[in-house]
């Protein structure tokens, strides 16, 4: 089939070196300038740079709304639109083009975690697996018919940064696939059960402030959604930022005051948690390795020589 594809950073470019090598044709490429955001400039291999190097025209865009664009695309005369990593909003005049329209590839186990961020959502919350989904473009986002979905699993230690290369080893198998489904005849896509759709946003610099009323359950998975080179999850000390770059929950409970710092244990210093604290019914965080301001990384017990104090 003759595939138009819209993507950006390294999911983009991951989808568009398999539809290279696919039996498809790629006759367009459109991709977003790159960008400042802390987000966006990690993952951040170029498409544009890959559609270049194999001769296939190339377009860029912030959002897909000119005229100008519409009529490259139907010069282009697409069979199908392939989305990935697309960060703005595609219209209908855009996404119904195509003889067999537009497949998005979305790295959530849709209809959970449509929009920005999946997977440092998903790990927030505890999931026990994430994965990727292939569904047919329509004017609601992520909420599409299912073509094809596949699931990974999360290890009880694993970070954004894990499930980032688990999931993006999906990207290119599971659109080479979902376009053979497409090529075949097949339309009797799955329909999301919108009931259990959620919907999240962008992250943002308040997101990854540490709160010590969280569990240290909860806390525990924020550092680790927050892995490098993500930004970090950070708190204060003396008016200081630090980042928690590893951490764990307590084997002890320790209770007191939410964000005291308390007691060595092991490897690392153990930081009052949860809002059962103070009833001594909580874990605490064990920090084993900040990294301050200035950039350097040390142990937790180097930072935190003496005990006492509050991080904030």
Known sequence: MRVVMFGYQTWGHRTLQALLESEHEVVLVVTHPKSDH?????WSDSVADLAAEHGV???????????????ELKNA?????????WRTWIPPQIFQLPRHGTLNVHDSLLPKYAGFSPLIWALLNGEKEVGVTAHMMDETLDAGDIVLQRAVPVGDRDTTTDLFHKTLELFG????DGLALIASGRTDWQKQDRSQASFFHKRAE?????DWTWSAEDLDRLVRAQSDPYPNAYTHYKGERVRVIKASVSDGIY???PGRVFIR???GVVIVAGAEARRGRSHGLRIERVRTED???LPAAEYFRTMGGYLT
């Not at 198998?173 to 080479?176: E, H, K, L």
């Open 173 to 176: 198998p599971i659109t080479v």
């Open 295 to 297: 950039g350097t990384e």
């Open 206 to 210: 308040r997101d990854c402030q540490i």
């Open 77 to 85: 005369d697409p069979d199908v639109i392939v989305a990935t990593n």
């Open 265 to 267: 244990e092991g490897d």
């Open 57 to 71: 025209p190339v377009l860029i865009r912030e959002r897909p709304d000119d005229e100008e664009l519409l009529t």
């Open 38 to 42: 802390a987000y966006e400039r990690i």
């Open 255 to 257: 209770g007191g005051t």
